[in-house]
């Protein structure tokens, strides 16, 4: 009885511990900085405390053991574990400390990543999405980002220095050859995507990746949005015209179809109009988006959109002086993209085949031009991680591209097939390190050439706020299709891109600076010594050219994004610096070319009125004087005045019998400053043609209604 | 014999029930803590607690918890990077809470609603989040009345042009009322919190 006694107590005493003392310590980092909140537990106990500011803690009442063992964690640092006697009174506690989060390091040299699937990127889709812009353009969005400058007469992106053609944007991984509506001589033309259409932009102002080529400066990496969140009905009524989209979403599959017919004339009342129309801008057009999603996660996509654009207006025919012509055109543009992405084991197979056809028919005065090119192009990449965090890419892509070009009695023509193969990967070196290593491949049928690109580009994160990257690169790009109708003997164009970036981005705000360098070699250059003409509808050089270009860009870009100083406010500041000049074309000596110019300032502001669904923007733009060609002065010394603008935008949105309506005002150069883009002067310099823009002062208005059978919008239940 | 293995029978049971008791005791005691806790010091302190139980227990009580004290962290920080990485700690625990729990879905609503709070510009990701939690939770128990009352707070705080307004929140606000008063639940751990917030939108 006595032993079994012993045996009751013995289990009573072992279920109940004995609570008779206290540990306490402190926990450090390795640079004996106190660690404040740091989770301190005793293991297979329920006790736990953490640590003050002063990084102590204490635990009372801790069970009678020979050995403890403690856990110790805390945010941003690594977990530890260790074993104490409960002898040991003091403890003290080393952590170190994680490095900056690597999972995923954005390598940011010549790069601005939006992203809502990659949490470290600097912009979200949606801070470009609601860039002001009527239409919501896409280009005009990325055109606010430091690296461009403003060219108010032209469509396109000017990036460091680079002409329009030198930057191609990228659809799903394939190129588009007419992202923006065609041409006018002197008028810039709207881009032909809406940023609705993207989750996802990159836009590379250098140093990009070898998965992608063709383009001397830049290119802009879109990827469309996957299926659907809901169905909907919205229809857009505007000064400038009518829209539509109905949206139907299945379980993994959804379909929308948009339209859109637009007529600019009701708009001139209230937009004076520095140019005679005969034919106000307008159009019609359309598109339909399919997403389709299979049981594997793979998914399928399929764009396929027409447009059809005509305008007819007075130009000024700058060959005779102070005279003007009518210009018109007549554009239709079929587009279709379709992509198609699946993993395979440790394999993720990305392909793609897009075709697009543009025709112009375009009078000038007294000649008749008729434009027509065509592009097919198929693309396989095969990527794969190696281990936790390494990646390797490796591709193929067929691009056959036709122009034609109908010029009164000559016709030209040029078929292009370019096979271009890439691989590239992406490491770490230990914890601070990351590096992106390429090297793309081109064979041109038309130049009888090949040329290797190596690519690469390194970060190195210091802290979790602080980043260093770099880039180098080799581009290549055809010579325009113009030299190419005349002239076969030519060679791939060239550009050598270096780039160092810093990066400091903490509590939602970033700042950052790049500064780069940017050499051009083998620009096509004319040998004729032709007059030099500013104004180039549809030329057609002779068979006079040769590689014999070159040239170089430098300049720093800065950027500073605050999401966080002033409640319900974003903005951005974008600063771009450029110094550049080259020799190409028919430029007779090396200048500064007229796309060009020094200074670039875009501050773009967002607000939203607390308490209610009234968003603000304002939007400011400076473009200091950019080159112009006077003939009895030195080459391109001239240059334009500043030019200015600063942009308003509001929309208000409410709900009526279930439909979401948004009213929403656009407003161009509110203040009508009376800018001027670049002046044409005559032969002998006595007169000249000032080039301004279309209209001084811009308003656009218009509604926004869609339709919910249910209370639900974008997945969101009102 | 017979009284030995009785004996041994009745000490396994009381000791199997002390542990029990433990469990109880402690997660009671913290759960009531982290209610009225509000300053960093004290959260961290719980959050780490629950840590602890649920290294021992692995019940989803105590995750829950401790999720609940991370979003309560990334509220009571100052400082943006702190607020993220506690909502970030929030998210990893939620991972690996049951979906077919009324509560969890609600926590996840209540996660949602404090992303958004931190960064409203991933409000294409989060509201959806947010709005379908809360549509689940109460398709899984309509009762449930921290539904009604995030449902209320997002009206509440919506333009009234937006279908939203402190009318409309009150309404839910009401409704969660109601259903706080005929809440029952036989679960000692179940979530409680929300009660004393709607009191006091509904006092105002």
Redesign the interface.
């Known amino acids: 009885m006595k032993k079994?006694f012993l045996i009751?107590a013995g289990?009573?005493l072992?279920?109940?511990p004995l609570f008779a003392q206290s540990i306490h310590g402190v926990v450090r980092s390795k640079k004996m900085q106190p660690v404040n909140?740091?989770?301190?537990?005793?293991?297979?106990?329920?006790?736990?405390?953490?640590?003050?500011?002063s990084g102590r803690f204490s635990i009372t009442e801790v069970p009678m053991k020979d050995t403890l063992v403690l856990?110790v964690?805390a945010?941003?640092f690594d977990d530890a574990v260790i074993k104490i006697t409960t002898l040991q009174q003091e403890i003290e506690i080393i952590l170190s400390e994680k490095t900056a989060e690597l999972k995923e390091v954005i390598i940011s040299a010549g790069s601005f990543e939006a992203s809502?699937e990659k949490k470290t990127t600097i912009l979200?889709p949606?801070?470009i999405a609601t860039v002001p812009a009527s239409p919501p353009d896409e280009f005009k969005a990325v055109n606010e980002l430091p690296g461009t400058s403003k060219v108010g007469e032209s469509e396109g992106l000017f990036v460091r220095g680079g002409a329009a053609s030198e930057t191609k944007a990228i659809i799903d991984g394939l190129i588009v050859q007419d992202p923006f509506f065609s041409s006018v001589p002197g008028v810039a033309q709207n881009g032909r995507f809406s940023t609705f259409l993207f989750k996802g932009t990159s836009f590379s102002t250098g140093g990009y990746s070898a998965q992608y080529g063709e383009a001397l400066s830049s290119v802009l990496l879109l990827n469309t949005q996957d299926v659907a969140?809901a169905s909907s009905q919205t229809i857009i009524l505007s000064t400038a015209g009518i829209s539509g989209n109905v949206t139907q979403k299945w379980d993994n599959t959804s379909l929308a179809v948009n339209a859109k017919y637009y007529d600019l004339q009701p708009s001139f009342l209230i937009n004076k109009q520095n140019y005679t129309y005969s034919i106000a801008p307008q159009g019609k057009g359309g598109n339909i988006i399919f997403r389709t999603k299979n049981k594997q996660g793979g998914i399928f996509k399929l764009y396929a959109s027409y447009d059809y654009n005509k305008v007819d207006l007075q130009i000024p025919y700058v060959y005779v002086d102070g005279k003007e012509a009518s210009y018109s055109l007549d554009g239709k543009n079929v587009y279709i993209n379709s992509t198609y992405k699946q993993t395979f084991g440790k394999w993720i197979l990305n392909a793609g085949a897009s075709f697009s056809n543009n025709h112009d028919h375009i009078s000038f005065d007294t000649s008749h031009v008729i434009k027509e090119d065509s592009r097919l192009e198929g693309r396989v990449v095969l990527s794969r991680y190696i281990g936790q965090r390494s990646k390797l890419i490796v591709g193929s892509e067929v691009q056959d591209v036709q122009f034609n070009n109908t010029n009164n009695a000559n016709s030209y023509a040029l078929n292009e097939v370019l096979v271009s193969n890439f691989a590239e990967t992406e490491f770490y070196l230990g914890n601070k390190i990351a590096a992106r290593v390429g090297l793309r491949e081109e064979s041109s049928n038309t130049l009888h050439q090949t040329n290797i690109a190596p690519r690469m580009s390194v970060a190195y994160v210091l802290n979790?706020?602080n980043q260093f990257s770099a880039g180098y690169g080799n581009f290549y790009q055809l010579p325009l299709e113009t030299y190419l109708y005349t002239n076969r003997n030519l060679s791939f164009e060239e550009a050598t891109h270096y780039i160092l970036n810093y990066q400091y981005s903490?509590?939602?705000r970033t700042f950052r600076i790049e500064g780069y360098f940017k050499n051009y070699n083998h620009l096509v250059k004319e040998t004729d010594s032709t007059r030099f003409q500013p104004f180039n509808f549809d030329r057609i050089p002779t068979t006079n050219s040769n590689n014999s270009g070159y040239g170089y860009a430098k300049g720093i870009d800065v950027f500073w994004y605050d999401?966080?100083s002033i409640k319900d406010l974003?903005y951005w500041i974008a600063y771009s610096y450029l110094d550049t000049r080259r020799l190409f074309e028919n430029y007779p000596v090396e200048a500064m070319p007229t796309f060009a110019s020094k200074h670039n300032v875009s501050v773009v502001m967002k607000y939203n009125i607390p308490?209610?669904?009234v968003n603000l923007g304002i939007t400011y733009n400076y473009t200091s004087g950019r080159p112009y060609y006077n003939p009895v002065h030195p080459f391109l010394s001239d240059r334009t005045p500043p030019v200015n603008n600063l942009i308003f935008s509001g929309n208000?949105?409410?709900?009526y019998r279930n439909n979401l309506v948004a009213v929403f005002l656009y407003a161009d150069n509110i203040l009508g400053i009376r800018n001027i883009y670049s002046y044409y002067y005559s032969q002998d310099g006595n007169q000249h043609y000032t080039l301004t823009p279309p209209a001084y002062r811009s308003i656009y208005a218009g509604v926004n209604i869609t339709l919910a059978k249910r209370?639900t919008i974008?997945?969101?239940?009102? | 014999m017979k009284t030995t293995l009785m004996l041994f029978a009745m000490l396994l049971i009381f000791s199997f029930t002390k542990a029990q008791d433990d469990y109880k005791k402690v997660m009671l005691e913290n759960i009531q803590a982290l209610d009225t806790a509000a300053d960093t010091q004290s959260l961290n302190k719980l959050v780490s607690v629950f840590t602890a139980v649920y290294d021992v227990k692995k019940d989803w009580h105590p995750l829950y918890y401790e999720c609940l004290g991370y979003i309560k962290l990334s509220r009571a920080y100052q400082n943006t990077e702190q607020k993220k990485a506690a909502i970030q700690k929030a998210a990893d625990l939620l991972d690996g809470l049951p979906v077919t729990n009324d509560e969890v879905l609600v926590l996840r609503a209540l996660y949602a609603l404090n992303y958004l709070a931190i960064d409203r510009s991933e409000w294409q990701t989060y509201l959806p989040m947010l709005n379908n939690s809360l549509k689940k939770a109460q398709d899984i128990n309509p009762d449930n009345p921290r539904s009604y009352y995030l449902q209320g707070l997002l009206k509440y705080n919506m333009p009234a042009s937006m279908r939203g307004g402190h009318e409309e929140g009150i309404k839910l606000f009401q409704q969660s009322m109601e259903k706080f008063e005929s809440y029952q639940t036989t679960d000692d751990l179940a979530p409680r919190w929300g009660k004393k917030e709607v009191e006091k939108y509904l006092s105002k």
């Not at chain 1, 005793?42 to 953490?50: N, V």
């Not at chain 1, 974008?714 to 009102?718: H, K, L, R």
Request: charged fraction near 20%; glycine fraction near 8%.
């Open positions: 079994m009751f289990i009573l072992g279920s109940m909140g740091a989770s301190v537990l005793i293991a297979s106990t329920f006790k736990a405390t953490s640590t003050d500011s856990k964690s945010i941003g809502d979200k949606f801070d969140q979790s706020y903490k509590n939602n999401k966080k974003d308490a209610t669904s208000y949105s409410w709900f209370k974008m997945g969101i239940n009102f």
